[in-house]
């Protein structure tokens, strides 16, 4: 199982040198979206037309997340493409050697992480956007000193590793943060937590001056907002640069942080300049306006699997209609996914839902944070074994489904259905279907049942065009 402490991957990769400097991403919520929105911005970087212009050459990038969702190497990307599964299970298996035979006690966590870092310096990545759990995270290794490091929001969970309080949980993931290394969080941290990272970031001498997330022309030369709309003027054309209206605000949270933390990154790596004062006098103004844009442009254009995913389970059920998927698992997280319920399906006078949920969490604050109502048909179930992971353990349904008897009023004449239907995520999902009879469909709770479902998803879809072939 995942214990504190990053020791053990320094043993396993001792002999191996990690030349990549890296962009750190910690917190409880939205570290993989923050990590594929970056991804995706280093990508809109080497489309630009001012790394063309510039003749630049292009990033290769890896980046490293957890959970994986369908299979276990698809947590690893190089140049956004998930890692070949024969080289991942090839030095997989040699990591792994090298842990019995060493006595190295690493857990498949630590293997995993080990075996990212070691495809990343093999591929000669020029960096690697990496989700960091830091636990203690003064035994980070020394040589994988990062670029930038990026806190997400903070809310509670993981209590038995990380402290029972936000602030304890803060000064954990806080442990990312390096002498002289950009740190960058959200404006919109609880007072604690951010009295936290501005603790720890004058103990550590984390660069300070970079908290920010707003920007102004000092920060890229141009006027970038993130708040009320406003035109630039002048060389930009009177472009607007902001995100799109589209993102929700957890959506928009995230889409700074990273937005931030690449531009920060940028700079680190040399290829766009901290002002742009020299820009109007090499005519590459326009360039780099567009290249701005091209960022902001990005979350809006990215879809992350398991974050309120919009899927098909026509392939799977026979149901037209898209559902509405989300990992979230924990109170903040279910928050999150009930402003999207809201915006998705404004005028649902009754949902049906799919729950599964870990056996450690407080299944009844996920239930009141999703706001379930008593007319709302909830099917619950149990997400399978989870690969590399057997420490994960789901949640009985009959307990999920008690929960949601209990903070639903049961009692109540004018409820929806209730089922407990085990381990069949697969029956659950059809009876789902057909029990919402075209309505607002949301399947949440766990990124393990989301990976069930994609699994599944994924199935019916080869079988379905193996039946079709001619």
Avoid at 16 to 35: E, F, R, Y
Avoid at 265 to 294: F, N, T, W
Avoid at 313 to 332: Q, Y
Wanted: proline share 4%; with cysteine; aromatic share 6%.
């Amino acid at each position: 199982m995942i214990t504190p402490g990053l020791s053990r991957i320094s043993r396993l990769l001792a002999t191996a040198p990690l030349p990549w400097p890296a962009i750190h991403v910690a917190g409880t919520n939205g570290k993989g979206s923050i990590c594929t929105y970056i991804s995706a911005m280093l990508e809109a970087y080497n489309a630009s037309s001012y790394r063309t212009h510039l003749n630049q050459k292009q990033i290769s990038h890896g980046r490293f997340t957890s959970p994986h969702l369908i299979d276990r190497w698809d947590c690893i990307t190089i140049d956004g493409k998930v890692v070949d599964e024969g080289e991942f299970k090839r030095i997989e298996s040699k990591l792994k050697g090298q842990n019995a035979g060493g006595g190295i006690g690493a857990s498949e966590f630590e293997v995993l992480t080990a075996t990212a870092f070691k495809l990343f310096t093999n591929a000669k990545v020029d960096i690697a956007v990496v989700e960091v759990e830091p636990t203690s995270g003064k035994e980070a290794p020394a040589r994988a000193k990062p670029l930038v490091t990026t806190l997400a929001s903070i809310s509670l969970d993981h209590q038995e590793w990380l402290g029972d309080s936000l602030a304890a949980i803060a000064r954990e993931k806080a442990g990312i943060m390096k002498n002289g290394v950009p740190a960058v969080y959200g404006a919109g941290v609880q007072v604690e937590v951010a009295e936290v990272f501005e603790t720890v970031a004058n103990e550590v001498g984390a660069d300070v001056s970079s908290f920010r997330t707003e920007f102004g022309t000092t920060d890229v030369g141009l006027p970038v907002h993130f708040s009320a709309s406003r035109t630039a003027s002048g060389d930009t054309a009177s472009a607007d640069f902001d995100f799109s209206t589209a993102l929700g605000t957890h959506e928009r949270a995230n889409a700074i942080l990273a937005f931030r933390s690449t531009w920060l990154a940028l700079q680190k790596l040399k290829r766009i300049p901290k002002s742009s004062a020299p820009l109007s006098e090499l005519g590459l103004l326009p360039h780099y306006a567009a290249l701005v844009q091209s960022l902001l442009a990005v979350p809006s254009q990215v879809t992350n699997p398991g974050r309120s995913q919009m899927l098909s389970l026509t392939a799977l059920t026979g149901r037209v209609e898209p559902v509405l998927l989300d990992g979230a698992h924990n109170a903040e997280a279910a928050l999150a996914l009930r402003e999207t319920i809201e915006t998705r399906f404004p005028d649902a006078k009754r949902r049906t839902w799919v729950i599964a949920a870990s056996s450690t969490k407080d299944v009844a604050a996920l239930i009141k944070g999703f706001d379930v109502e008593t007319v709302d048909d909830v099917l619950t179930v149990e997400f399978g074994e989870v690969d590399g992971m057997p420490w994960v353990k789901a949640m009985s349904a009959e307990k999920v489904s008690q929960a949601v008897r209990e903070v639903t009023n049961r009692n109540d004449t004018e409820c929806g259905q209730r089922h407990s239907l085990g381990a069949g995520v697969e029956s659950g999902l059809k009876a789902a279907c057909q029990a919402s009879n075209g309505g607002p469909l949301i399947i949440a709770g766990s990124l393990y049942l989301v990976g069930d479902v994609l699994r599944l998803v994924r199935r019916a879809e080869k079988r379905l065009k193996r039946e079709c072939a001619p």
